[in-house]
């Protein structure tokens, strides 16, 4: 069978039962599928789950002409529900600021409010193999209208050009730098070049980061170490397989003591001590 409707593809993501046994057997082989489904469920999964994390605001009129284009929405939806919301919204709070007997348990609180009579569902293309969509089918899609809203402003929220403001409420867990090296060759490696920083998150998980631009041996594999100042000790951080990669720094290592970043040439052999075949090293310097 062809891949099925994106329409349905977006209630099963909300976790409505509208597939057949056919059906599910095609997502459950069909890697296409699948994968639109696993995406549309994850953009809906952040924002629920980030709706109490902090304050939201309404992107602007273009957000929602973005997403009516790209579903190819009818011309009944063109205008923003977002703004009528907030319009209904914004006098529902006005009569119950002006009433001494409102109930502040019945106050507007959601920030996706739906019309009670949601505009009718976009035309959607064959699934049947007669070349139209079942009766059952367009029962389901005008009683989950309402839930396809919601899902189009939740992945409005991931992928529309930034319109909440996810930054802010996750600023805390974005890890900050707090230490950055140049990474200087060796004699053997005169055209090597690197760098590397630190960052740390606000659970205090630290990370190093590094590039290397230089020659990469076929039988060799390059290694990135944090050596103390004193060169008596080492602490090897994995291996670095292309140009750049992150590695975790174990809890506990002091970065004044272990403050040299090196990436050596290490061969096949089984043995985990540095060959002494540096390419490039720098020192840590806190930011």
Request: charge should be negative; include cysteine; proline fraction near 6%.
């Amino acid at each position: 069978m062809s891949h099925l409707d994106p329409e349905q593809l977006a209630l099963l993501a909300l976790g409505e039962p509208v597939a057949s046994a056919e059906e599910s057997a095609h997502i459950a082989a069909c890697a296409v599928c699948a994968a639109e489904v696993e995406q549309m469920a994850h953009a809906a999964m952040v924002a629920r789950t980030t709706m109490a994390e902090g304050e939201l605001e309404q992107p602007g009129a273009d957000v929602w002409d973005r997403i009516h284009d790209e579903l190819s929405l009818s011309a009944a939806v063109a205008a923003d529900p977002l703004a009528a919301s907030q319009d209904r919204a914004g006098t529902t709070a006005e009569h119950a600021a002006d009433s001494s007997t409102a109930d502040p348990d019945t106050a507007p609180a959601a920030v996706f409010a739906v019309s009670e009579d949601p505009a009718p569902a976009p035309e959607v293309r064959d699934v049947s193999a007669a070349g139209r969509v079942p009766a059952s089918s367009r029962v389901r899609r005008r009683r989950s209208s309402a839930r396809l809203w919601i899902l189009a402003a939740s992945l409005a929220l991931v992928v529309a050009g930034g319109s909440v403001t996810w930054a802010l409420v996750s600023s805390n867990l974005t890890p900050v730098p707090v230490a950055t090296a140049e990474l200087d060759p060796f004699p053997d490696h005169p055209g090597a070049a690197g760098s590397a920083e630190v960052s740390e998150d606000d659970e205090g998980g630290r990370a190093l980061t590094v590039t290397l631009d230089g020659e990469a041996r076929a039988d060799e594999y390059r290694e990135v170490w944090l050596i103390r100042n004193d060169g008596a000790a080492l602490i090897s951080l994995g291996v670095l397989e292309s140009s750049s990669g992150t590695f975790a720094i174990p809890a506990g290592v002091d970065l004044a003591e272990y403050d040299l970043v090196d990436i050596s040439f290490e061969p096949v052999d089984g043995d985990p001590a540095h060959s002494g075949d540096s390419i490039v090293r720098g020192q840590l310097e806190r930011s």
